[in-house]
């Protein structure tokens, strides 16, 4: 299904209405709806959803290492790596035509969800039968990554319509799936390869897949109708604001650098000398790390504020790669350390994602601005690990320009992710807000936007771009809790 120029259009402004006047199209208020209640059972839903999806995408750094010793398909580096980035970038290509459903009347957000479950279930049972890499290529890169994309898509939006003051925390739990579920399928995986071999690991994880999934498809509960989300898929519109695309930047930034520490960590630590076993310990600690992390980072971004933790956390995973990654660790001990610590904050990304982008483009625009920005990720994530492994030398010290490369990513992401914070520090001071008025600003761009062009009209001139970018400098270094 595609939207047409005219229709897209008519969408943008009917949203900007939706933005700027919640409380007169949404029967249910921010100020009366009620956190909690069937909410929680969403953010169950959607992270044991999480859990088997990207949880089990994680895994293949269990698989990555086992091509790479073993040769099974008799492909290149570069070919088992290009599997890996493509399963994600599959994923996130999949963002327009899985909103487009998401949206239509007739399909909705749980049979989009469940569409994808079919998608998965297929991708490892065509796994379990491939003999060479375009067997695996269709199936547990393009079919596995469709499925995954429909999943991710549809029940990405959901969690921020549930809360309001906790939204942060929310999300970071229902994000946190992924870290627990990898936790798991990193030492299963290995375990299942080992004793029953490579067909029957991936056909048992179909089962589990199906199984599971189908029940998150049916906890998981929109409320889109409520808040009268716009489920345009090209919103183009939005590239013409400049906070969007600083947002991109830390985006694509974040991910390739997300994309190489996920995939690569398994494979550094058999370079370093670290067995199999030991390998898959150090890849699963690091997917623990990533389950506990991200509920603290929630937690603490919505007490601290979201860009603030986003952008903090971003520069602490390039510092760590840095230093620590080159320097540090060399052995069992210390690469368990760096796992722990970089697995905390290396996926801030997907914690923080979606309760930024309302931050950035307003509640009702945030399923328009994850399409938008699962695509602007495609090529980014399909190359991440590729380049990693062209990057990888033999011999000792043969990663150090891939831990070079993933530090530098981080800490670009960083300067970007700050020049967003600046902005919107910036667009906070254009107005005079009481103390509720200015929470909800900075949880709801739509909101904020109400109140700038409600003050333009009365007693406050707008100001001149040269005064705006004043401002935003000034917001460089202001301490706001943002």
């Known amino acids: 299904m595609t939207v047409s120029n005219e229709q897209a259009e008519d969408n943008e402004h009917g949203n900007d209405s939706i933005t700027r006047s919640p409380s007169k199209t949404n029967p249910q208020s921010q100020g009366e709806f009620k956190e909690g209640g069937y909410g929680w059972v969403v953010i169950f839903g959607v992270f044991i959803l999480n859990a088997h999806t990207w949880g089990l995408n994680s895994s293949y750094a269990v698989f990555l290492a086992y091509y790479l010793s073993s040769g099974t398909f008799g492909a290149s580096e570069l070919g088992y790596a290009f599997v890996g980035g493509l399963s994600i970038s599959i994923a996130l290509l999949a963002s327009p035509l899985a909103t487009t459903l998401v949206g239509w009347k007739r399909c909705g957000t749980r049979l989009t969800i469940f569409l994808g479950v079919i998608f998965e279930t297929i991708g490892f049972i065509g796994s379990s039968f491939a003999s060479e890499l375009w067997h695996l290529i269709l199936s547990q890169g393009v079919a596995f990554g469709l499925g995954m994309g429909f999943c991710f898509v549809a029940s990405a939006a959901v969690p921020p319509q549930w809360f309001v003051k906790r939204r942060s925390f929310a999300n970071a739990i229902a994000a946190a799936g992924s870290g627990f579920g990898g936790l798991c399928y990193s030492l299963a995986t290995n375990a299942m390869i080992t004793n029953i071999g490579l067909p029957w690991a991936f056909r048992i994880l179909a089962i589990i897949c199906f199984v599971v999934n189908s029940i998150a498809s049916f906890l998981i509960r929109d409320r889109n109708k409520d808040i009268g989300s716009v489920h345009v898929a090209f ?123 309302a931050e950035v483009v307003g509640l009702a625009l945030i399923p328009s601005g994850l399409s938008l920005t699962w695509l602007v990720l495609v090529l980014p994530a399909t190359f991440a690990e590729a380049i ?37 520090v910036s667009e906070l001071k254009k107005v005079r807000l009481d103390k509720e008025e200015r929470e909800l600003a900075i949880r709801d761009e739509g909101v904020l936007s109400e109140a700038i062009e409600r003050e333009s009209h009365t007693n406050v001139p707008r100001s001149r771009p040269a005064r705006s970018l004043l401002s935003m400098a000034k917001g460089l270094w202001a301490i706001e809790r943002v």
């Open 388 to 424: 990693a492994v062209s990057l990888r030398r033999p011999g000792p010290g043969g990663y150090l320009n891939v831990q070079l490369f993933t530090a530098f990513l981080y800490i670009g992401a960083f300067l970007f992710g700050w020049a967003l914070r600046a902005w919107k």
């Open 235 to 357: 919103n183009w519109r939005l590239f013409k604001r400049t906070p969007f695309l600083l947002f991109q930047a830390w985006m694509v930034l974040s991910v390739i650098a997300y994309t190489i520490l996920v995939f690569s960590i398994v494979d550094y630590c058999r370079s370093v000398g670290l067995s199999a076993s030991q390998a898959s310990l150090v890849g699963a600690l690091f997917n623990l790390s990533q389950g506990l992390g991200r509920p603290a980072i929630g937690l603490s971004s919505d007490s601290v504020g979201r860009l603030n933790i986003a952008n903090l956390s971003t520069l602490f995973c390039g510092l760590l790669c840095m230093f620590f990654w080159i320097f540090g660790a060399k052995s069992l001990a210390a690469c368990i350390v760096f796992a722990l610590l970089s697995g905390s904050v290396a996926g801030v990304v997907w914690a923080t994602v979606a309760p930024i982008c």
